[in-house]
């Protein structure tokens, strides 16, 4: 009798265990908003911040709205022949047995297909227009996919498996940013007609890469309650942490092997995206695949991002700034057909079987092709619901309210435009980068005759003839180098010169940057200007001086200018000439 009691003890201090690892599971979800944000500002632009912050905090808040009214019940309620749950009001008719903890874990799945949309169209769509498709997401689009696999549906009664949703969270979203990133159209300066009739892509960096960075790794942590919170045992538990770790760390050192032999160096932003694909790809069969099937999700998954990012730019003219639809909608397909190829009994807790109750395992570990085409059904069927629905989705708000903001807006910011607020930097002006295609320059000048007749062009004579030369020489070099410049120009009798902070842009033959693939035209750096004028010290000797203190062999060593001064004017006395530079060799 106190074996049984023991045994019974143990089995509901397990359950009550793993209840509230179930709701702490759904508050990590939830703190992926804020990954998701720190994402998608990062990797856009300063202008368009404040925007990027409110959308994502009204994926949220929208979505708990219409999933309260309708989503959860076309979720979770009773089945109705397989396709949609029976729409109520249990939360407000009856409260006192209602399932909190299940309406909570699906709420925040629910906001975090919203979101992925959010990256795809980021820095052109109206605000307005976003709460409206958000909103939709969240009330129908997702729910009754997500009934054919977690709520009793049609797909659960075959045998699909999607554990955390490949399927139906990341590639639904994925695919719902294809279509409204294809739809909204790209963003201004992002595709280039050039003469011969070819487009060149544009670089857009992101402004913050440490923010994005940050918010990888918030996206990770949360991972684990993402994939982790419908385990049932420590040990199903423990295996579903390993495989999510696994599959992206091999996910992003794949990538920067790759990136590193195909660009000269290893790509910041795209390793970022890669670790966001290997977690996506591995969310469907992180229960199932054990270490081995871990690391070729994941390797696969770190190609087929960068392969992602190179196909909307480069075939498709499809405008992602933050990389959604080649993480999300491509790791997300994988991630579900991955299931029929790598899921094996010998993961804790395994339960996969057919209608008939047949225990089904992956290709790769004896099961045949039956799992892997339950898998393509279940991948399909949602592929087309999405499709179909999001297209209309997509049209009708584009009809009605207008999908993008005007040209000026955009160039502009969205900050500014869309929300009132000069900056969400305070203190910091943002400015225009591009000028669209076929848009005519401003006229800076005007009238009947032609620019240089209108501007006379005089020469402007010399002060005193015989009088010893000045010259003026400008040093354009790195930040880094100024106090060995500063000290080796002291040490030729230099003892006067103006420092300047300044950017500077250039390209350099044979040496391309890139960013996620992305030749970058011409990139601000920041460089210091010294100005030196010089008369009793010969222009010759500064200039090997400045020479031998800043050369390395690399490119960006600096320039060195030389020009004629007329005069100088001492300020103070009013001396000019020489005298102006009385007891100085230089200034």
């Not at 584009?398 to 900056?423: N, W």
């Not at 880094?480 to 300044?502: F, Q, S």
Request: glycine share 12%; charged share 15%.
């Amino acid at each position: 009798m106190n074996e049984t009691v023991r045994e019974l003890v143990a089995q509901m201090t397990n359950e009550q265990l793993f209840a509230v690892w179930f709701l702490i599971g759904a508050a990590l979800v939830f703190w992926m908003q804020a990954g998701f944000a720190m994402v998608e500002a990062g990797f856009t632009r300063a202008k368009n911040t404040g925007n990027i912050i409110m959308k994502n905090l009204m994926d949220f808040c929208i979505g708990t709205v219409t999933f309260i009214l309708i989503g959860f019940g076309l979720l979770m309620g009773e089945d109705l022949v397989g396709i949609i749950g029976k729409p109520g009001f249990d939360i407000f008719t009856a409260y006192s047995s209602f399932n909190f903890s299940s309406f909570v874990f699906n709420l925040v799945f629910c906001a975090t297909t919203a979101t992925i949309v959010s990256g795809a169209m980021a820095e052109r769509t109206k605000f307005l227009s976003y709460c409206v498709y958000s909103g939709v997401i969240s009330a129908v689009i997702y729910p009754i996919e997500a009934h054919w696999i977690w709520g009793g549906g049609w797909l659960s009664g075959l045998g699909f498996h999607d554990f955390a949703g490949s399927c139906a969270i990341h590639m639904v979203g994925g695919i719902s940013a294809l279509i409204g990133a294809k739809i909204l159209g790209a963003r201004i300066g992002k595709f280039k007609k050039q003469k011969d009739g070819s487009v060149k892509v544009g670089a857009f960096p992101g402004h913050n890469i440490a923010l994005g960075a940050l918010g990888v790794f918030i996206l990770w942590l949360g991972w684990y309650g993402f994939n982790g919170a419908a385990a049932t045992s420590v040990d199903q538990l423990a295996s579903i942490f390993l495989t999510t770790t696994v599959a992206p760390a091999i996910a992003t050192v794949v990538c920067m092997i790759f990136t590193w032999i195909k660009y000269g160096k290893p790509d910041v932003s795209m390793c970022l995206n890669a670790s966001l694909a290997g977690l996506v790809a591995i969310t469907a069969g992180c229960d199932v695949t054990d270490a081995f099937g871990a690391v070729i999700i994941g390797a696969v998954a770190g190609l087929l991002v960068v392969f992602g990012v190179w196909l909307l730019d480069y075939k498709l003219r499809i405008d992602d700034p933050v990389g959604a639809v080649a993480v999300h909608m491509m790791n997300g397909i994988w991630g579900t057909l991955a299931v029929g190829l790598f899921a094996t009994d010998s993961a804790p807790g395994y339960a996969v079987a057919n209608s008939a109750g047949t225990k089904l395992t992956g290709l790769f570990y004896g099961g045949g092709f039956e799992l892997l085409g339950l898998q393509f059904i279940g991948f399909a069927s949602v592929a087309a619901w999405t499709v179909v629905t999001m297209i209309c989705v997509f049209l009708l708000i584009k009809k009605i309210f207008g999908l993008r903001v005007s040209r000026e807006e955009e160039m502009t910011g969205l900050d500014a435009t869309e929300h009132g607020m000069p900056s969400a930097y305070a203190g910091f002006s943002m400015v225009p980068e591009y000028v669209e295609e076929g848009v005519a320059a401003p006229v800076l000048v005007s009238g009947d005759a032609p620019v240089a007749e209108a501007i006379p062009v005089k020469k402007v004579p010399v002060f005193d003839e015989g009088r010893p030369k000045i010259s003026k020489v400008e040093i354009v070099c790195k930040e880094a180098r100024l106090e060995a410049l500063k000290n080796a120009m002291m040490d030729i009798g230099i003892t006067g010169m103006t420092v300047t902070h300044v950017l500077g842009c250039g390209t350099q033959k044979g040496k391309p940057e890139y960013y996620r693939g992305v030749q970058i035209e011409a990139n601000l750096l920041p460089k210091v200007q010294v100005d030196i004028v010089v008369c009793t010290v010969p222009v010759g000797k500064v200039i090997e001086a400045a020479k031998k203190t800043l050369y390395t062999g690399h490119i960006g060593d600096g320039k060195i200018f030389v020009y004629d001064v007329e005069d100088v004017v001492k300020v103070r006395t009013g001396q000019t000439g020489l005298d102006a530079m009385e007891n100085f060799d230089s200034i």
